[in-house]
């Protein structure tokens, strides 16, 4: 006798795979971020630099001004140099002195009350000089200048350390160093800076379909080149960490262990993508877990709501999702500020611009979503035609990112929304 099972009852369709399922804990993208931050801190140890080798590193310490800049009273401008109090309104004209201030050939008698010397752009002001006038508002003769009077006490000088003063800082631990900074640490004689070693970021691909390395080939449908692993490493590279190429483990948790441990001991950090939800081929997540420090979070985010967070032998392993736009987003909201922090640079925040929509939506309450966006000639924010997570073209049609609050929202052209460049995501 056969026994009838009972009949399965699905729940209802809901025709939309971002609804927030009932009964699962969403964690609200600023908690994530808020905990990332608290107990984040940096993994590199310090070293001494020539400031010529520093570009692109962290400061570990303070850099200290050795000297003033400008370190004594100069001139702005070619002209003429003389004390104020001898001069007034009206046309004033006063004898030239023999000889000339000029930068590195300083003028080492004094200048007279009531007389001018020539001065060059960058020459210490002689004694007796506190107030330039320009070149090109004078006649003169050669052995005397006119001008037209009055003219500001200290025009055209710059005072000794206006800019910066000897001790002061120049700039603070945890800036990293630009092309611009090379030229204030020179400028203040400041030669050598203690900087953190780069951080070492491990980045690995996983999943049975993907094809790390194809050789050239035209692979077969059921194959997915791997897409993430140069994205990611790349972005490694841009933020000046170093990139370290992990490549690719299938669906098999031993082999993944056995990378995980590798990448433990060449990288500070590690980023995986694929497996980073529950399914059944989810190894990420689920080897994590088994090492027991793990942070599994569905992030009230679109797209990118699986992150896997976890220590493996100590290292810090972000599970990024499979998908090529979601592994993107959470890098870019996730991974960059932590990144950073780890590094010694402390949690960087991208800059968002208000614009005018060139879009409309109507969002819906509980992710916080990031639409790939891009500034119309205009300056209106033009949003991609799909919000689908493998559509990795809409990443490269894009410039930045629109970031939709956490709450409901309708969207109509004209109302203003956040637009995240890519530049400020260092891109
Ligand atoms: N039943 C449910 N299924 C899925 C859910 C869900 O909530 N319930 N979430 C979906 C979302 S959202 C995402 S994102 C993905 C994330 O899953 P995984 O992190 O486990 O990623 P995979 O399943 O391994 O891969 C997803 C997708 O991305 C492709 N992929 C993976 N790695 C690469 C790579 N290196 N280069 C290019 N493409 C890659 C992969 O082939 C898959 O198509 O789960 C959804 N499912
Ligand atoms: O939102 Mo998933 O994280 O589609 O890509």
Not at 208 to 236: C, F, H, K, Q, T
Not at 360 to 378: C, D, M, S, V, W
């Amino acid at each position: 006798m056969s026994v009838t099972p009972p009949p399965l009852t699905p729940p209802r369709l809901k025709n939309d795979c971002f609804a927030l399922p009932p009964g699962v804990d969403w964690t609200p993208v600023d908690t994530a971020l808020d905990l990332l931050r608290a107990n984040l801190s940096p993994v590199v140890d310090i070293k001494e630099l020539d400031v010529s080798d520093a570009l692109g590193h962290v400061l570990a310490h303070p850099a200290v001004a050795r000297r003033s800049n400008p370190p004594a009273a100069n001139s702005a401008v070619d002209g003429y140099g003389f004390a104020h109090a001898a001069t007034g309104e009206g046309l004033q004209t006063l004898p030239l002195i023999e000889g000339r201030a000029a930068a590195g050939v300083p003028f080492s008698g004094r200048v007279p009350e009531g007389m001018a010397i020539r001065i060059l752009t960058g020459a210490i002001l002689p004694a007796g000089v506190d107030t330039v006038v320009l070149e090109e508002d004078t006649a003169g003769d050669g052995h005397r200048i006119a001008f037209h009077g009055p003219i500001k006490m200290r025009s055209n000088t710059r005072k000794a350390g206006e800019d910066v003063i000897a001790g002061d800082v120049a700039l603070p631990a945890g800036h990293r160093l630009r092309a611009p900074d090379l030229a204030l640490l020179s400028a203040v004689g400041t030669t050598r800076v203690s900087v953190f070693r780069p951080l070492r970021l491990g980045v690995l691909s996983t999943g049975d379909e993907i094809v790390a390395d194809s050789g050239g080939a035209l692979l077969e449908v059921g194959r997915i080149y791997d897409a993430n692993r140069p994205m990611l490493l790349a972005m490694a590279r841009r933020w000046n960490h170093v990139p370290v190429d992990l490549g690719h483990v299938g669906d098999d948790r031993a082999a993944l262990a056995d990378r995980l441990d590798r990448g433990a001991s060449e990288a500070d950090v590690i980023f995986t993508s694929g497996g980073a939800s529950a399914g059944d081929e989810d190894h990420v997540s689920a080897l994590l877990q088994e090492a027991g420090v793990m942070q599994s979070w569905r992030i009230a985010v679109k797209p990118g709501r699986p992150l896997a967070l976890g220590l493996w032998k100590g290292v810090p392993v972000f599970g990024l999702p499979g998908n090529p736009v979601a592994a993107f987003v959470c890098t870019l909201i996730f991974g960059r500020p932590a990144l950073s922090l780890l590094a010694g640079e402390g949690w960087e925040e991208p800059v968002g611009f208000t614009v005018p929509a060139a879009f409309e939506k109507n969002k819906r309450a509980g992710r916080r979503e990031y639409l790939r966006a891009r500034l119309t000639p205009q300056g209106h924010a033009e949003v991609f035609r799909s919000e689908g997570s493998g559509r990795i073209s809409g990443l490269s049609w894009a410039t930045g990112l629109v970031e939709l609050g956490d709450g409901a929202r309708r969207i109509a052209p004209g109302d203003p929304v956040r637009f995240l460049p890519y530049g400020s995501f260092e891109l």
